[in-house]
T-cell receptor, first 116, second 118 residues
């Protein structure tokens, strides 16, 4: 069965420090991987995705994520956190080999809090 | 406790017909979000509704698409005169409130409705 795990409910970081939000996944085939961000009173916004190619994916707002097939992980990273990065972050996976019938599976989300 | 329910799970429509997708949020949740997943892509936000109000519809196509979340009953996403390009999975999510800057307000996702236009 497909699943996504975000092991941390909350991540606290000081402004200017690097941040990591963890995500591990389980799919039967090769994955499509996504990160989304939810700001207060808004819907989810797309940050970045891994489809194929380089394992390091760069996305919006200075975020990047590294696909690690052996560890089945897709951790979200940013070299220098901003207070405005404080939000909820959702990791999602889709089984590429499921074809167009595959649906996205979401992690439960991680709250990122960046303090000045 | 029932999570977000969506029905039907699969819907087939011919071009020009209407599609009505239903979303029953988690009991007690008054905020609903609709997303569309296009083939080979991720989710795209469509609309955010509170009971009887549309809060943010910036992701909704200007024509043929509408959404409502009445005081009683499920939220409905309605697509009139469907075209092949409307074929996608449509996800609904709910939350208990919109949330402030320091609140943790999770969105709970439904299983999705897969719309196929023939």
């Amino acid at each position: 069965a497909q699943s996504v795990a975000q092991p941390e409910d909350q991540v606290n970081v000081a402004e200017g420090n690097p941040l990591t939000v963890k995500c591990t996944y389980s799919v039967s085939g090769n994955p499509y991987l996504f990160w989304y961000v939810q700001y207060p009173n808004r819907g989810l916004q797309f940050l970045l995705k891994y489809i194929t190619g380089d394992n390091l994916v760069k996305g919006s707002y200075g975020f990047e994520a590294e696909f690690n097939k052996s560890q089945t992980s897709f951790h979200l990273k940013k070299p220098s956190a901003l207070v405005s990065d404080s939000a909820l972050y959702f990791c999602a996976v889709r089984d590429r080999d499921g074809g167009s019938q595959g649906n996205l599976i979401f992690g439960k989300g991680t709250k990122l809090s960046v303090k000045p | 406790n029932a999570g977000v329910m969506q029905n039907p799970r699969h819907l087939v429509r011919r071009r020009g017909q209407e599609a009505r997708l239903r979303c029953s949020p988690v009991k007690g949740h008054s905020h609903v979000y609709w997303y569309r997943q296009l083939p080979e892509e991720g989710l795209k936000f469509m609309v955010y509704l509170q009971k009887e109000n549309i809060i943010d519809e910036s992701g909704m196509p200007k024509e043929r698409f509408s959404a409502e979340f009445p005081k009683e009953g499920p939220s409905i996403l309605r697509i009139q005169q469907v075209v092949r390009g409307d074929s996608a999975a449509y996800f609904c999510a709910s939350s208990p409130r919109g949330g402030g800057a320091s609140d943790r307000v999770w969105q709970y996702f439904g299983p999705g409705t897969r719309l196929t236009v023939t």
